[in-house]
């Protein structure tokens, strides 16, 4: 049996790197899909609205972990080859799409109606309305949400050690299962996830502070 020492840490350490490339498949694809869930939760289309909604209510209404499995194990049903990578990274963006569409959608209707009837007035169509006057607008409100919620995306790639994807979480489970040390080794994985996550809350938590100071000048 092996214990547990500085080439059994540097090995979960370097799993980090998956997590990160993970959250940040999850976030960029996320961001991509939830900014268009976010504009159809706002169009003037009903049809676009019930889609959305429906989107939305499919992806925060089940677990993530039951949405990795089903897209893990569900693909071959269909004749799909598919890795844990691909898996978790497609469950990741399809989940993040669906808080961060729900989250920009606030943002976006928590501009000041004056500025819709400007554009209104101006003669702006949807597009234009929207990329000139309140995406701008959302975006600095939309900050410190999203950036909070980027916390969360990478605890959630945790999840994804349940179908073999090697980020922190598995690589501490594969270290565990030969040293028999599970204090030391999973005090150590919540350790990296406590290093990455804590810096973004409180870059959160600044911009939060910032922008409530900048609202009550």
């Known amino acids: 049996m092996r214990t547990f020492g500085?080439?059994?840490?540097?090995?979960?350490?370097?799993?980090?790197?998956?997590?990160?490339?993970?959250?940040?498949?999850?976030?960029?694809?996320?961001?991509?899909?939830?900014?268009?869930?976010?504009?159809?939760?706002?169009?003037?289309?009903?049809?676009?609205?019930?889609?959305?909604?429906?989107?939305?209510?499919?992806?925060?209404?089940?677990?993530?972990?039951?949405?990795?499995?089903?897209?893990?194990?569900?693909?071959?049903?269909?004749?799909?080859?598919?890795?844990?990578?691909?898996?978790?990274?497609?469950?990741?963006?399809?989940?993040?799409?669906?808080?961060?569409?729900?989250?920009?959608?606030?943002?976006?209707?928590?501009?000041?109606?004056?500025?819709?009837?400007?554009?209104?007035?101006?003669?702006?169509?949807?597009?234009?309305?929207m990329r000139f006057v309140v995406l701008p607008q959302a975006f600095k409100i939309a900050l410190p949400p999203t950036v909070g919620y980027v916390v969360q995306i990478i605890k959630g790639t945790s999840l994804a050690a349940i179908i073999g994807f090697t980020e922190i979480t598995r690589a501490g489970q594969i270290i565990n299962n030969a040293t028999f040390e599970p204090l030391r080794v999973f005090a150590t994985v919540a350790a990296l996830y406590f290093a990455i996550c804590w810096p973004l809350s409180l870059m959160a938590a600044r911009m939060e502070r910032q922008r409530a100071k900048a609202l009550t000048r």
């Open 6 to 129: 500085f080439p059994e840490f540097w090995f979960i350490v370097q799993a980090a790197q998956w997590t990160l490339a993970l959250s940040a498949m999850a976030f960029v694809g996320g961001s991509i899909l939830g900014l268009v869930v976010a504009l159809s939760r706002t169009s003037e289309s009903r049809a676009a609205r019930l889609a959305a909604t429906l989107f939305i209510q499919v992806f925060q209404g089940t677990p993530l972990l039951l949405q990795l499995f089903l897209i893990f194990f569900g693909a071959p049903v269909f004749g799909l080859d598919i890795n844990p990578w691909v898996a978790a990274g497609a469950a990741l963006v399809l989940n993040s799409a669906a808080f961060l569409g729900e989250i920009w959608r606030g943002c976006i209707e928590a501009i000041p109606r004056g500025q819709w009837e400007a554009a209104h007035a101006l003669n702006l169509g949807y597009v234009d309305r």
